[in-house]
Every structure is written in structure tokens, then in C-alpha cells.
């Protein structure tokens, strides 16, 4: 089929409910994709539209009733395209001034590229860039009318995408090629620093290939410099290698082995990071004194605390101050007894708070008192312009994982705050604070409606856009997350969801949302996702781009074969042990 081959014509429809498209005959309907972009002539304007469903029609009843014989080919193309027909529902997502479409089915010798200029594009060769000539802009408007009856369809040539998504190497804008279509060779951007400035997510069922993903693009904001990462990596898959998916054990590059002067990592477990090859972690523990009441009740349901136990643990620290732990946990029985007498506590509520708090002790990072700021440490590599990695190794039970994410990001939270109030009152821009973005996995357990309010990434979620600090929230089941934190998610990155319920909340606070619920159902299980929101003009389906070694070149990192030979061999033999191999 030729690009600039017509599909088919517009036949009926509506502003809210999209439009119906049928087939011409020579157009088979099972080359028609859900997901796949297509471009719509209008008279006077040109609409982007991604195909929402395919149907089959029929002229008469009285084909369905007596339809031909399977082995009566001659019938069957005797009926087809008049009797027999296609039909496919579009969805317009933008639409802007008609230009003369060239014979490539594009926007002719001088089409619009993605910052609004007239351009001569060559042929797209993977994620190369393309020439560009400068002439009058032209602006991308959201869909407010529809095309006329008859109008004719076309499949979306490179420079179509081009229009609407960039490219890589545009020298005005971040951009980071995160895939391509469907059914094309040519890169599809985020604008990484639209994607920053609001909090974003990651979703997707189990094996699905979000930390691929996650990995994917934080080595594009790191790449850029769109801003400094800390995140806390639950399973060891970001800081210096990871397991590759498929049947075969081989592992993958790492973040500090893409950019080793840029990232720097920190280590809950120093003993299973030394044991996975990992040479310059620098240790991080947590103190009792570090933490407050605000982080027991984020783990309340995994200590088992009640309601009752909390509101006392705020009158211990009231009268303690930062060493109520310490001090509650060598109380005897008379001492509780008398404290309560005192200072109107519950003894039986105290005692239970005492029993269920020797749990923290087990947590290896956790120590009585530290004479390091090791936290402080975290932020100063931040204010350096470092990205952060926080690894747990084997302590990524829930427990551990979500008091040492709270614990260090509240501090961080509190430091943000403060610099921004600094900033606004100097407006002197060496007082800006760094653009900061949080990776934090299994999020709707921080952020569950029961918990979202009282939680600093509530917090961060929904205010701290105004302090320079945003979240990347890495989860499966994203209806577990409060609707109100859902609807301030700026970028929306999905993978394959089968749940209704997580249908649902993907397309919480989206406009025309329900047209692209069949798309998502309906993505394959591996290296496809459904990607919208602040950082794409337009919702789009890609196929994500690989994490190998041609993207190691792309991103300008190490060779595998450039690092020392004992270096490899004993990271990888390590990771082979430690995951049973």
C-alpha cells in the first residue's frame, strides 16, 4: 500500500464520540491496528486521529442470512467493499491548518516540524534527526470541530510524526526518544522537560516491563540533564545492573555504569551490594532518632499499630523529643506505668507500641544512634548535581523499603521547601533549587487514599510541583492510588492492564479518556505501552524502545567490553548467585 494511498472516507460521527470511517475496497481490515495514527483531509484542516476500534458492515441482511460459501472466492470479491465492508473509528486528538500533503502522503516539501517551522524532512533512519529549514510557525490546537462527510484518511507519514512529536535532536528542546509507533520506523519524544515539571507515572501488570521502562527513561532525564533523580530502587534493578527478561540469563547496563561520573549510590545492605560486584556504594543507616511519628503511621499496617498506639507514640515524642524511641524501648513495666500516671498515656497502648517497635531493630540499616548525617550526605550529591540511587539489596521487604523511602524524603521535602522560600525571596536564579525527580516503586502503598493526606508524597504529589520536586511512581495496580494524587499525575505511561478497576483509574481526570480504554486492553504483553499526558501532545501507542547495547552507545556510555575484565566477570557471576543460576 502506498503512503499516499487513501484508506478510506469519513462517513458519519461527532465531536464527543469520534469518527466513523469506512474501508475502500481495496483496503484489507486487517491491516487496520488499534493504536495506529492516522491523518484525516479536511477541507480546510488536518485532524491526527488514533484508530479506537475496527467493525465489519454488511449492505443487507440478507448477507448475513445466506452468506456465500467459504470455497466461492468469486462471490466473496463480487460483495466486498459494496456488500461487504470495513469500517474503523478514529478518535481526533489535534488538528491545525490544512498544508498541501506532498506524495509521500506527509505535509509536502514544506511540511511543520515539531517546533512549528516549515522543514524538508529526509527519511527517517531510526532515531536519526532531521533537516530542518526555518519559515512561519504553525500551531498545534486541540480538536474543536470534525472533518466534513467524505473526507479522506490516510496513514500518518514520518513527517506527520515529526509534526507533532519532534525528534531527538532538536537543539530548542529536550526531547528523548522513547519508541516508535506501532507500525512505523520513526522516533516518538517526550518533552522530558514538560515530563519533570509534574509528577508522573509508570504503570503496568506484573512482567510487562516497567523497570525497563523506568530504566529507559531515567537514563534519558540523566542523558538531558531534564534533572537530578533519587530513587529508591527496591529490587537492585537501576543502580548498576540489572536481569535482562527472556529465557537466557544475561544482565543489563545499570545506571551507574551508563553515566559513572553523574550517579552515585547509596546502600541499605552493603554486604549483598559488595556481593553483586558493586565496588564504591557508600553505606547509608538510619537512626531511631530519625524517625517520627509520621513514618510509623505510613507503616502502620505492616508494624500492626493501631490508632491508639499512634497517638500515644505523639505524646512520648512530645515529652522525649527526637530519642523517644530509643527511650521507649528500654522503659520497663513501672517506668510506663509511672509515665502514664504522669503524662496521661495509655499503659496497655504504650506497652503494645514498645512490643511491636523491637521490630525495627531487626532491620539491618536501622542503628540506635549514628554519629553521620547520612542523610545530609544524600542531599549534598543532590545539590551537586548527582543522581542518586538507594539501594536495598535484601532488604526490600515492605517494611524496610517504605520507612527508609519516607524517613529520607521527608528530610528532603523539608531542605526543597526551604530553598524555594529562599528563591522566592533573592529571585536570584543561583538560588534556584535543582529540578528533583523521585522514583519510588510500589506506589499505591504510599499513596492509598487512606494514607495519601498524611504521607509526604501526598505531599509532594499534589504541592511540591511549586517547590521543584516531582515523583515518578512506578506501580501495577494504579487503582490502589488515591483518585485525587491520579488526577495530578502529569504523564501517564501504561503497559498492558487487564483489571477494570485499573483501567479505570489510568483515565481518572482525562478527557475523552473512555475512547482510549480498548487501545490499552489491547496492547501486547511485552514492549508496548499507551503513553499521554503533559509531556506528548497527544496520546500515542509505541513500541518501546530497547535498552542494549545500541542504546548504551546512543546515551554515550561505557562499553561493556571497555570495562575491566574482572569488573564484569565478577558483577555478573555475583548476580548469577545470588538469583539462583
Known sequence: MGMSQPLGSVIQGSLSQGLEVRLHPDISVEDMRVGKFLVVQGRRSQFFCMLTDVTLGTGSQRILAHPPEPSNLFLQEVLAGTGTYGTINLTPMLMFTQQERGEDGGMGSEGVNGKGQRAKGKKNE????????????????PVKTIPAHFSQVYDASDRDFRIIFGWEDDPHRRNFAIGQPIDMEVPVCLDLDRFVERSNGIFGKSGTGKSFLTRLLLAGTIQRGAAVNLIFDMHSEYGWEAVSEGKQFSTVKGLRQL???QVQMFTLDPEATQRRGVRDAQELYISFDQ??????????????????????AIILR????KSWINRLLTMTNEEIQEFCETKMGSKSSIMALQRKLTRLADIKYMKAASGTNYIQQILAAIDDGKHVVVEFGSQSNMLAYMLATNVIARRIHASYVKKADRYLQTKNVVDRPRQLMITIEEAHRFLDPA??????????????????VTLLVVD??????????????????TALLNDEKDIDAIFTGV??????????????????ALVLGHAVPM???????PYDSTFYTQVGATAWEELPDEVVFKASELARADLGF
Open 539 to 545: 496520546p500515542v501507542v509505541v513500541r518501546t524502545r
Open 318 to 321: 512530645n515529652e522525649f523529643g
Open 126 to 141: 531510526g532515531y536519526a534527526s532531521m533537516e530542518v529549514q526555518s519559515s512561519a510557525d504553525v500551531e498545534l490546537l
Open 291 to 312: 524517625i517520627d511519628v509520621e513514618d510509623l503511621n505510613l507503616v502502620r499496617g505492616e508494624l500492626n499499630l493501631s490508632e491508639a498506639s499512634l497517638e500515644n
Open 451 to 468: 494514607t495519601a493526606r498524611q504521607t509526604i508524597f501526598g505531599t509532594i504529589a499534589r504541592e511540591m510541583r511549586k517547590y521543584f
Open 476 to 493: 501495577q495496580r494504579p487503582s490502589g492510588i488515591d483518585n485525587e494524587v491520579m488526577s495530578q499525575i502529569g504523564t501517564r505511561i
Open 511 to 528: 478527557s475523552g479518556g473512555q475512547s482510549l480504554r480498548s487501545v490499552l486492553a489491547k496492547l501486547d504483553s511485552k514492549q508496548q
Open 259 to 261: 553515566f559513572p561520573g
